[in-house]
């Protein structure tokens, strides 16, 4: 029984994937926070480059990904794709499960994918510095490691609980050569603002957007990264179910269900929307993104026009969220702890076109283990978000008598997030269901978008 599927450096695609054109309908327009009119390519050019800009808003269902990235990509690129014959040996079902494995690009997930072009695009834009922010810390090391590889210097605001938790993360950052400050930090007024009210705050990706956001729009020779969320980053991961696609035709299968755990969107985008051009054209295929109870923006929070940071500096698209000063709780998935997520996944979901599901922080850790010692890969605590899920829609195929495939990513491994998995197993985690009060309660004071539906 063949267990990978491997794909060869000529077969890395040469176009990413843009799923735009193949949206039910218009997309909404973004708002400028300042005039609240829709952004012109002009109000972004202080924080992007113009060709980012002009994939941000491009209609063309494929873009050419330039020679000098793919020449990157190769180093990780195409990635495995995996039968999960152990796993599913050790969960007792009959679907054939499959996981394509994004944790073998040097900073160990599939943040790279974006990082690369955007590093890229930055340069021969005539960008000297990058700052950006990081949760968990995959996004921070994988702008250090692009940073690196282009000459920029870099500077990332990496959230406070997971600055003190995931040390290691800091220091891979630090060792590609990036300046990592604890957000809130004082460095900004968007920190000092949070730290007047909260000294002990423990940050939260909003807060670090707007350290983010304010550093690069007051410096001239600086620009702004974000790794998630965003049209051209969602575009970027494409590379993910290109690849998987393929693969499967090696192995002679395709899926009934794609999962992709979810924080901002990026790395479920990656894997999930080539797929969407499939539904489109008719095939049936369920497509299900799997995020935390104690974050849970697609299933809890509400569709509808919110600034994509605390401080209210950057645009105001319509997503679903949870308000944009929403506080969640220190869970170790620090790369799923956002209040909002992709305007193109939240098109997606309110259409129906893609299903959300949260999940428990113990049930994820138990999926993880399971995992780990059937496959022997340990995963990030992000990625274990798409094992429950992927478990769960085995054991409920076996419930109902039915074989399916099941496609899952597994975005990164955690060989620098040990502390999350020791505390497993010392029983000092919980599960959170964050409260419908305190959802209400940011959601309370979202921006006033009276000239747009």
Same mark, same amino acid.
């Given at each position: 029984?063949?267990?990978?599927?491997?794909?060869?450096?000529?077969?890395?695609?040469?176009?990413?994937?843009?799923?735009?054109?193949?949206?039910?309908?218009?997309?909404? #327009?973004?708002?400028?926070?300042?005039?609240?009119?829709?952004?012109?390519?002009?109000?972004?050019?202080?924080?992007?480059?113009?060709?980012?800009?002009?994939?941000?808003?491009?209609?063309?269902?494929?873009?050419?990904?330039?020679?000098?990235?793919?020449?990157?990509?190769?180093?990780?690129?195409?990635? #495995?794709?995996?039968?999960?014959?152990?796993?599913?040996?050790?969960?007792?079902?009959?679907?054939?499960?499959?996981?394509?494995?994004?944790?073998?690009?040097?900073?160990?997930?599939?943040?790279?994918?974006?990082?690369?072009?955007?590093?890229?695009?930055?340069?021969?834009?005539?960008?000297?510095?990058?700052?950006?922010?990081?949760?968990?810390?995959?996004?921070?090391?994988?702008?250090?490691? &692009? @940073?690196?590889?282009?000459?920029?210097?870099?500077?990332?605001?990496?959230?406070?609980?997971?600055?003190?938790?995931?040390?290691?993360?800091?220091?891979?950052?630090?060792?590609?050569?990036?300046?990592?400050?604890?957000?809130?930090?004082?460095?900004?007024?968007?920190?000092?603002?949070?730290?007047?009210?909260?000294?002990?705050?423990?940050?939260?990706?909003?807060?670090?957007? @707007?350290?983010?956001?304010?550093?690069? &729009?007051?410096?001239?020779?600086?620009?702004?990264?974000?790794?998630?969320?965003?049209?051209?980053?969602?575009?970027?991961?494409?590379?993910?179910?290109?690849?998987?696609?393929?693969?499967?035709?090696?192995?002679?299968?395709?899926?009934?269900?794609?999962?992709?755990?979810?924080?901002?969107?990026?790395?479920?985008?990656?894997?999930?929307?080539?797929?969407? &051009? =499939?539904?489109?054209?008719?095939?049936?295929?369920?497509?299900?993104?799997?995020?935390?109870?104690?974050?849970?923006?697609?299933?809890?929070?509400?569709?509808?026009? =919110?600034?994509?940071?605390?401080?209210?500096?950057?645009?105001?698209?319509?997503?679903?969220?949870?308000?944009?000063?929403?506080?969640?709780?220190?869970?170790?998935?620090?790369?799923?702890?956002?209040?909002?997520?992709? #305007?193109?996944?939240? +098109?997606?979901?309110?259409?129906?076109?893609?299903?959300?599901?949260?999940?428990? +922080?113990?049930?994820?850790?138990?999926?993880?283990?399971?995992?780990?010692?059937?496959?022997?890969?340990?995963?990030?605590?992000?990625?274990?978000?798409?094992?429950?899920?992927?478990?769960?829609?085995?054991?409920?195929? +076996?419930?109902?008598?039915?074989?399916?495939?099941?496609?899952?990513?597994?975005?990164?491994?955690?060989?620098?997030?040990?502390?999350?998995?020791?505390?497993?197993? &010392?029983?000092?985690?919980?599960?959170?269901?964050?409260?419908?009060?305190?959802?209400?309660?940011?959601?309370?004071?979202?921006?006033?978008?009276?000239?747009?539906?």
């Amino acid at each position: 029984m063949q267990t990978k599927f491997l794909l060869s450096e000529d077969q890395i695609p040469t176009h990413w994937y843009n799923v735009i054109p193949d949206l039910p309908g218009p997309m909404a #327009p973004v708002i400028h926070p300042g005039t609240k009119k829709p952004v012109t390519p002009d109000d972004l050019l202080p924080l992007f480059p113009m060709g980012l800009i002009e994939q941000e808003v491009s209609r063309e269902r494929f873009i050419r990904i330039p020679d000098e990235v793919r020449e990157i990509y190769k180093i990780w690129r195409p990635s #495995p794709l995996f039968r999960a014959h152990r796993l599913e040996k050790a969960i007792g079902t009959r679907c054939r499960i499959y996981y394509k494995y994004e944790g073998v690009s040097p900073a160990g997930s599939h943040k790279p994918n974006t990082a690369v072009p955007q590093a890229y695009y930055n340069k021969i834009f005539g960008t000297k510095r990058i700052a950006t922010e990081t949760g968990a810390g995959q996004w921070g090391s994988s702008m250090a490691l &692009a @940073s690196q590889m282009f000459g920029l210097e870099c500077t990332v605001y990496m959230v406070k609980v997971s600055f003190l938790q995931k040390p290691y993360r800091k220091s891979m950052m630090q060792l590609w050569g990036a300046e990592v400050i604890a957000s809130p930090s004082d460095r900004t007024n968007a920190g000092r603002g949070i730290l007047a009210k909260d000294p002990e705050s423990q940050g939260s990706l909003g807060i670090a957007i @707007s350290e983010a956001v304010e550093d690069a &729009a007051t410096h001239p020779d600086t620009r702004y990264a974000l790794g998630s969320v965003l049209n051209h980053v969602c575009m970027h991961q494409s590379v993910i179910g290109l690849e998987a696609k393929e693969q499967l035709k090696l192995a002679g299968d395709y899926p009934d269900v794609v999962v992709g755990c979810h924080g901002g969107g990026s790395n479920f985008a990656g894997v999930a929307f080539p797929f969407v &051009a =499939d539904k489109a054209a008719g095939k049936k295929v369920r497509l299900v993104a799997a995020e935390p109870a104690s974050c849970p923006t697609l299933t809890k929070g509400v569709y509808t026009f =919110d600034f994509g940071d605390t401080a209210q500096m950057a645009p105001i698209a319509k997503m679903y969220t949870l308000g944009h000063d929403f506080m969640p709780p220190g869970i170790h998935a620090g790369g799923l702890r956002y209040h909002g997520a992709s #305007p193109l996944v939240s +098109q997606l979901v309110s259409a129906g076109v893609i299903e959300a599901k949260a999940v428990g +922080q113990l049930a994820c850790f138990d999926a993880a283990v399971t995992f780990a010692r059937s496959e022997g890969i340990i995963p990030a605590p992000e990625s274990s978000h798409a094992i429950r899920v992927a478990i769960d829609e085995a054991e409920r195929a +076996q419930q109902e008598g039915k074989e399916r495939v099941i496609l899952f990513n597994l975005s990164g491994h955690g060989h620098v997030d040990m502390a999350a998995y020791d505390a497993y197993f &010392a029983g000092k985690l919980e599960d959170f269901d964050y409260p419908a009060d305190k959802v209400r309660e940011a959601l309370a004071r979202l921006p006033k978008v009276e000239s747009v539906g």
